[in-house]
């Protein structure tokens, strides 16, 4: 079983749209969450860093943590076409590490 | 100009060739890391280094080198190419907070 789970998708949605993209983990040690959403040939760039349990929201971007079911999401209200793009989630521990563990990414398309 | 360059962007090459890709960084960060992303498996950590007498195996380290040369320089080998190494690889840097910054990334493909 992978540490990380999430649904490559892909999903396509009307703009407008509310979208939910999600991971589950495995490991409870993990506390720091991140979204990197990632265009067609380009590198990952940050979107969205929440730490432990509970919600952070930044303009049409919502995070949510649930730490007891080691479950994150990413919230997108009112999505639009250049939404478009790979999220990745990734989440690591409090260790000196600060190595990040990465999902296989989601693909979303917002359709004008 | 971007923060953290890659070279070359695209480099096709054949089974055997050692391969070295380039990573420079402007902003002043001591940590650097070197992923690749396959379809399906997502970001993978190859090597990361926290400065420059610090280097440490990732999760897919076999096949693989890296040289620090200086805070701003971290780059990847591969000393033999194989088919299998066909993939997306990305460097990154980030300070002591978790924020790591990519950039644009390699696309390789072995013959």
């Known amino acids: 079983q992978k540490e990380v789970e999430q649904d490559p998708g892909p999903l396509s949605v009307p703009e407008g749209a509310i979208v939910s993209l999600n991971c589950t983990y495995s490991?409870?040690?993990?506390?720091?969450f991140m979204w990197y959403r990632q265009y067609s040939r380009k590198g990952p760039e940050l979107l969205m860093y929440t730490y432990s349990s509970g919600n952070k929201e930044d303009g049409r971007f919502t995070a949510q943590v649930d730490k007891s079911s080691k479950y994150i999401s990413l919230f997108i209200r009112d999505s639009q076409p250049s939404d478009s793009a790979t999220y990745l989630c990734?989440?690591?521990?409090?260790?000196?590490?600060?190595?990040?563990?990465f999902g296989t990414g989601t693909l979303l398309a917002v359709q004008p | 100009d971007a923060d953290v360059t890659q070279t070359p962007r695209n480099r096709i090459t054949k089974t055997g060739k050692r391969i070295m890709l380039e990573c420079s960084q402007t902003k002043g960060h001591d940590r650097m890391y070197w992923y690749r992303q396959d379809p399906g498996l997502g970001l993978r950590l190859i090597y990361y280094?926290?400065?420059?007498?610090?280097?440490n195996k990732g999760e897919i380290s076999d096949g693989y080198s890296v040289s620090r040369q200086a805070q701003a320089k971290f780059s990847l080998s591969l000393e033999s190419a194989i088919p299998n190494q066909t993939a997306l690889y990305f460097c990154?840097?980030?300070?002591?907070?978790?924020?790591?910054?990519f950039g644009p990334g390699t696309r390789l493909t072995v013959l």
């Open positions: 990154a840097t980030s300070g002591p907070t978790d924020t790591q910054y």
């Open positions: 490991n409870s040690a993990f506390q720091y």
């Open positions: 990734a989440m690591r521990d409090g260790g000196a590490t600060n190595k990040l563990i």
């Open positions: 280094s926290f400065d420059v007498k610090d280097i």
